[in-house]
């Protein structure tokens, strides 16, 4: 298995681009998060999806869209990007119940200038 | 609303000593906690958690931690550093009627040889 995925490792975008970070995982996980991770304040919840079709917002959701049209894949859209964007991302997914652990990608380093 | 405190940014131990990580939480509900670990440039690996049941829980690489439920704490403990445990690590919680986990800020942890 190759647990979760993602692409691209690291992106720099210009103010005002768009782009998708894709995440995929092979573990059939019914659950899937995107988090942003800044100095100091920890990691924060973008969006989730509890399944396919199945999407909610996070801590963290304004200028993020997501979709979850197949199990494996959770992407996440940027739809016009701002400095304030700069982060690394990371996605996360988990089988039932609820308490049960979550795998991270490895991330995905956006600097948006 | 949940939340997860942890109070020291870094934490310097001496290799073989016994080293302890806090964490704090607060929920509506019963809590599961977790601790995750983080290498440079890597995602999240999951150390260990607490569901229900032992307040005290083992998990990987030596560490465990301890619940206390009217101190709403869950310190992360290990008896002997190793210096390869030197990283980041990160308490998170979630409460039995949400999906996500909330994170705290993370603490830096150094041994030193």
């Known amino acids: 298995n190759a647990g979760v995925t993602q692409t691209p490792k690291f992106q720099v975008l210009k103010t005002g681009q768009s782009m998708t970070l894709q995440c995929a995982q092979d573990m059939n996980h019914e659950y899937m998060s995107w988090y942003r991770q800044d100095p100091g304040m920890g990691l924060r919840l973008i969006h989730y999806?509890?399944?396919?079709?199945?999407?909610d917002q996070g801590e963290v959701p304004n200028g993020y869209n997501v979709s979850r049209s197949t199990t494996e894949d959770f992407p996440l859209r940027l739809l016009s990007a701002a400095p304030s964007q700069t982060s690394v991302y990371f996605c996360?997914?988990?089988?039932?119940?609820?308490?049960?652990?979550?795998?991270f990608g490895p991330g995905t380093r956006l600097t948006v200038t | 609303a949940q939340s997860v405190a942890q109070p020291e940014d870094q934490v310097n131990v001496a290799e073989g000593n016994p080293l302890t990580v806090k964490c704090t939480y607060s929920?509506?509900?019963?809590?599961?906690l977790f601790w995750y670990v983080q290498y440079p440039n890597r995602g999240l690996q999951f150390l260990l958690k607490y569901i229900t049941g032992d307040n005290l829980v083992k998990g990987s690489y030596g560490f465990e931690a301890e619940f206390n439920k009217s101190q709403t704490s869950f310190h992360l403990k290990k008896p002997s550093a190793l210096v390869s445990d030197s990283a980041l690590y990160f308490c998170?919680?979630?409460?039995?009627?949400?999906?996500?986990?909330?994170f705290g800020s993370g603490t830096r942890l150094q041994v030193q040889p």
């Open positions: 929920v509506s509900g019963n809590p599961y």
């Open positions: 999806s509890v399944g396919a079709g199945i999407t």
């Open positions: 998170a919680v979630s409460d039995t009627g949400r999906r996500a986990l909330t």
């Open positions: 996360a997914s988990s089988s039932e119940p609820q308490w049960r652990e979550q795998y």
